[in-house]
């Protein structure tokens, strides 16, 4: 998707993280053992069901869990320099400059109080202390000319009642491109919107990875968005990696039941109208007090085909799939290409078999 | 916290795949022959805008503007469009949550719009919604036997000993386990939630549902379950459906037939094969080449689409002419100067376009020119003869305007 060259080592690197939160019910489990990267110009996305972890995942990169209550583990690097454990003056430093995030409620996530632009300018002038207050301005409205806000000049001095939905997380996107970040998390970016805002969103992010090769997480739940925006994809469950590797591995060959699962639970616009939506039973687990051995076991509709009570007992490694470079999958399923293939795909795609035959 | 190991989810039971997949369902399927159940014609809802000091009306909010569609009997119409469209609006009319400004809706040979809010009630009982939001529509401090049975109640289709028992069997009908009928809302998921107000709205045993946005709050994976539990209960009880989303995938699975709205217009209906794979209609070409697709993913990047620039513009002072025109790619100077006619294009197919085609193959002359009496630009044509007859009419008429060979199509 973008061509642009990277320098070579991953600007991201995210190792063996986990984050836990002691509560009056007992320590939630938020993230275990969690590992990933992303390089410069590339896109990671993160799916994943509400309670998964991807949030909270995303959020320790950026040191917003309070230090006196996240016990928080691992090893999280952004360019080199180790964010776990970093004083809040140097995270303060980092945070909104060097990585920057974009929020799902963009009403919630802007002052109400404060215009637009004197937003955006603090952005700019927190980590620019000699800027003037009017380079700030021109910096600010330069911002939103280039996410596509109409009128730019008159927009500045509203405030963000007077946005549209649409705008508001435009307007959310300048401020967090406002210092050229290298590293940009988008927490469910498009979700509040519709699909044609959504569409408008999408694009603008590509337009400014590929004007400013920077590293983009999308944390989401759509798959159509994950498929036409990432290039990984990290499958989250319960707090646990469960599948990774590349986009078009992934979405096209997956090879972990709960996938298989969010695959066959929304249905496709272009699809077969034979096409079934397959829900996965149940509903996720709680942290608290997470399932013994895979933590999907409880709602996996394959775990008969795997001998014993292994599923039950035994956590699946996080290991390299049987199809894919770099493709790796947490299942103690043998074989679960030919499972995909001769089960899961005829009633959820039925057009694609008939293309393969 | 709101989990409970006890509560019993479908599938709790060890199921296999096979199992799970003979429990699904695959997109509804048009029956032609369906009477309707409802038929609304030229539906319109004009809210006041008023002055705060002297509560003077200054204005007025079109949310919905002239609608008309049929839902057939145990069938069901999905409505979707862009937020502010009015979809919501009409939802609330039908279950008179609202009195319209004007128009009718005639179920089962009452007109919805005109009668009093007394000769209502007993039709409310045939006319049940399922809101978007379960955790604001279910009240926190009734346990979930009293928010099911309030409708029994109300009105008085159960002894009141058997409330119980009849509360019982609804909860175990939508797949909760029926013993937790004293517990609250807030001991159950959204997905249970979402069930419990399906349990509420099938109290009645309703021949209509209005389902604003049902799944569109839940997670990926309880969505799929909820769309199937209402497969279930539309095939097992009859009951007619008027889904209102904005989830284009989730319309077509549910809706043998869909209606596109624009800023309180119906711009383009038909059945799913019209709307999805022949849209003539610029605006709902758009929203379908917008929805991100998964299959993308085998090719990488994006999908080519339609770019809409903008955003929908108030309803309190709508365009001029076709309300679209604004964020039209092939808007040309007669749409500013006339609405377009919902014309009828196909056997089951209106759009309301002066250029109505297939993507690409947009008409360079406007088609509805001569039917209007005006020239190309929209100027009046002494020449011309208006049609009399442009007037919505719900359902589909046994000619219509064939696009492709430039003739009259017969049923």
Known sequence: MSTAPTSGDPYLVVDDLTVRFPTADGLVQAVTGLSYQVELGKTLGIVGESGSGKSVSSMAVLGLHDR??????????????????????????????????????????????????????????????????????????????????????????????????????????????????????????????????????????????QEFNSAIIIITHDLGVVAEMADDVLVMYAGRAVEYGSAKEVLTRPEMPYTWGLLSSVPDVAADTNARMIPIPGAPPSLLDPPSGCPFHPRCAHRE??????????????????????????CHLADPEAVFAAEVLPEIAPEMVEEKR | MTEDATIV???????????LVKHTHSA??????????????????????????????????????????????????????????????????????????????????????????????????DVQMIFQDPYSSLNPRHTVGSIVGAPLRVHDVVPKNKTLSRVQELLEVVGLNPEHYNRYPNEFSGGQRQRIGIARALALQPKLMVADEPVSALDVSIQAQVINLLQDLQREFDIAFLFIAHDLAVVRHFCPEVAVMYLGKIVEIGDRESIYANAHHPYTQALLSAVPDVKQAATGGRRERIRLTGDVPSPIDPPSGCRFRTRCPIAQEICARHEPPLLQIGKRHKVACHFPGRLGEHPREPLTARLLGVDASGQPDPGASPATDLVEQPGYADTWFDLDGKTIGRA
């Open chain 1, 68 to 209: 006196r209550s996240a016990q928080i583990s691992g090893s999280i690097k952004v360019a080199g320099t180790e964010v776990v454990g970093l004083s809040e003056g140097r995270m303060r430093e980092l945070r909104g400059n060097a990585v920057a995030m974009i929020f799902q409620d963009a009403l919630a996530s802007l002052h109400p109080f404060y215009k637009i632009g004197a937003q955006l300018a603090e952005a700019y002038r927190t980590h620019h202390p000699k800027a003037t207050k009017k380079e700030a301005r021109s910096r600010a409205l330069e911002m939103l000319e280039r996410v596509g806000i109409p009128q730019p000049d008159k927009r500045i001095d509203q405030y963000p009642h007077q946005f549209s939905g649409g705008m508001r997380q435009r307007a959310m996107i300048a401020m967090g491109l406002i210092n050229d970040p290298s590293l940009l998390i988008a927490d469910e970016p498009t979700t509040a919107l519709d699909v044609t805002v959504q569409a408008q969103i999408l694009d603008l992010l590509q337009d400014l990875q």
């Open chain 1, 305 to 330: 085909k795997v001998p014993g009570d292994l599923c039950r007992t035994e956590l699946p490694e996080l290991l390299p799939a049987v199809h894919g470079e770099g493709h790796l999958k947490r």
């Open chain 2, 9 to 19: 989810e479908p599938g709790e039971e060890r199921e296999s795949f096979e199992e």
């Open chain 2, 28 to 125: 509804n399927e048009l029956d032609t022959s369906a009477p309707p159940v409802l038929t609304v014609e030229n539906l319109r809802m004009y809210f006041p805008i008023k002055t705060s000091l002297m509560r003077r009306t200054v204005g007025h909010v079109q949310a919905v503007d002239g609608v008309s569609f049929v839902v057939p009997k145990g069938g069901a119409l999905g409505l979707v469009g862009e937020s502010g469209c009015g979809k919501s609006t009409t939802g609330q009319l039908i279950t008179r949550l609202y009195k319209p400004t004007g128009g009718s809706m005639t179920f089962e040979g009452h007109d919805l719009a005109s009668i009093s809010n007394r000769e209502m009630k007993p039709l409310r009982r």
